[in-house]
């Protein structure tokens, strides 16, 4: 047995105006579940306590709730001391039972025809993982674009899909989809992240619908023109000044011994738009003895196509880059852009190792730089943190230069899956929500990885929006100078 102490929103809208949390103390057994310490917490201090529970084994999706800040199966998480248990981001009935009605309502349901038919086993397989959901709605309540747009959801979107490959069905499955918000997911995964069964909505839904509706000529007109740019120049981004390709050689030779030699994916924006962040990176690169080979004829990595469903020159764009590494014998590509290494370690199948360049970093051993007199925040991209796992390795790097850093929840920019481009608005939306994060933070600056993110972000922030391959050069000029003043 354990002693715990849990906080607990309560909440009773025909009493209350607002929310308000408390803390109870109770004793569980060892390896206590959340909802053992509610039901403790009922039992011992206030029977009204209001959630929901059922199956126990995380089977039903019933007892979903937030625990620390994310959404989690009340009976399957371990009641932990501190914890904080919230309701899902719904409206509230009363303490963590939420109105989850209205959502269900809106899931579709297939409509078949009088006449009855078979499925074979080929379309129960491709229909299987999208029957697993639970209808917990942690998904529904994580989903940064319902925050400020109409959007049917995360799940919506998984069952458009399901009854879509359901050959029995009579609907037209793709015009429901875009009415009810097809293109105002960020696929920033983090419908993922919270799902109990671990359903790829964005993946094997959305991007799925995308490529049918793309098939029916429904994709939007700016997609469409990012499309027959790439198709036409093999970027996905105009040039607007001398691109990175254009500036460097094709094999950058590091000051000292070699100590890695790796190939370099340069991605669109950081070629054609904002060049100086990968031009401050091989700087940094050839300090720490890593020699890198940069092949010219790269392109587009297909991600922009491959998240607005318009995938019909994917393979030739991945062909094309395999080859152009390949060719040179190179094992290990590295990948400044969080999009295009996401894309080429889940999307491409590549007979080479692709790596993050904090990955790279680390893993070479890097000269301490100079610490800047500042503090910074960071901020994780999508598909950097949830596209590749990576979290910790920016953070080490970032405290290295930095005389204090400050934490910040992670939350999608709005930048991603074509919404900045397709749903101005909503990105400009989530844009804003970010640039209040950033300001509730105090930071005088705020670092990432994606230039994607750093773009967007600094529409949003009057905080200076640095790549952390710039600020760890800043760091070694810094100390190049101090070393020059003794």
């Keep these: 047995m354990k002693e715990i102490t849990l906080t607990i929103q309560r909440f009773d ?8 949390q408390e803390t109870y103390t109770v004793t ?45 199966l009340a009976c399957m998480q371990e009641a932990t001391e501190g914890m904080v248990v919230l309701p899902l981001e719904l409206p509230v009935i009363r303490d963590l039972a939420t109105d989850i009605a209205p959502v269900l309502e809106r899931l579709a349901t297939v409509l078949p025809s009088d006449e009855p038919q078979a499925l074979t086993r080929e379309e129960v397989e491709l229909i299987k993982p999208l029957r697993e959901c639970i209808e917990c709605l942690s998904c529904v309540s994580a989903c940064p674009a319902l925050k400020v747009v109409d959007f049917a959801g995360p799940t919506a979107m998984r069952q458009e899909m399901r009854c879509a490959l359901d050959p029995r069905d009579t609907q037209d499955r793709i015009t429901e989809a875009i009415e009810r918000g097809l293109f105002a997911c960020t696929t920033c995964h983090r419908c993922v992240e919270v799902c109990p069964k671990q359903i790829k909505i964005p993946g094997k839904a959305i991007e799925k619908l995308r490529e049918r509706a793309n098939r029916a000529g429904l994709t939007l007109p700016r997609h469409q023109a990012v499309a027959e740019l790439i198709e036409r120049t093999g970027k996905s ?9 254009e500036q460097v050689p094709e094999v950058i030779e590091p000051d000292g011994p070699v100590k890695m030699t790796i190939g370099f994916f340069v991605g669109c924006m950081f070629n054609g738009r904002v060049p100086e962040p990968a031009l401050d990176a091989m ?17 587009c990595c297909g991600s922009p196509l491959i998240r607005t469903g318009q995938t019909r020159i994917v393979s030739e764009l991945k062909r094309k880059n395999i080859e152009a590494f390949t060719s040179r014998g190179i094992d290990t590509v590295m990948t400044m852009c969080a999009g295009c290494g996401a894309t080429l370690k889940k999307d491409y199948e590549t007979p080479f190792t692709v790596m993050d360049i904090t990955e790279v970093l680390e893993k070479a051993g890097i000269e301490p730089p100079a610490k800047l007199p ?16 990576i979290s910790e390795p920016p953070r080490r790097l970032l405290a290295m230069v930095v005389d204090r850093f400050i934490p910040m929840p992670t939350q999608c920019c709005g930048a991603g899956g074509g919404v900045r481009s397709g749903q101005p608005e909503e990105a400009a939306a989530l844009g804003k929500l970010r640039g209040e994060a950033i300001a509730a933070t ?11 993110c750093e773009f967007h972000i600094q529409e949003q922030t009057d ?7 710039t600020l760890l050069l800043e760091g070694y000029r810094k100390k190049d100078l101090e070393k020059s003043g003794d």
Excluded: W
Aim: charged share 25%.
């Design 13 to 20: 809208p025909a009493k209350e105006t607002a929310p308000h």
């Design 28 to 72: 569980v057994n060892d390896g206590a579940r959340v909802l053992d310490a509610l039901e403790e917490v009922r039992r011992v201090h206030d029977p009204s306590l209001l959630f929901r529970s059922c199956c126990r084994a995380g089977q039903c999706g019933s007892c979903a709730v937030r625990i620390n800040g994310n959404p989690g």
């Design 237 to 245: 981004v105009e040039r607007t000044k001398p691109t990175f390709l």
């Design 283 to 299: 700087e940094v690169m050839k300090r720490n003895g890593i020699r890198v080979i940069i092949p010219h004829e790269q392109v």
């Design 374 to 389: 500042i503090s910074a925040t960071y901020h994780d991209p999508c598909h950097l943190l949830r596209g590749q796992g």
């Design 442 to 452: 105090g930071a005088d600056i705020v670092v990432t990885i994606c230039p994607f």
């Design 463 to 469: 905080k200076p929006v640095k790549n952390l391959a």
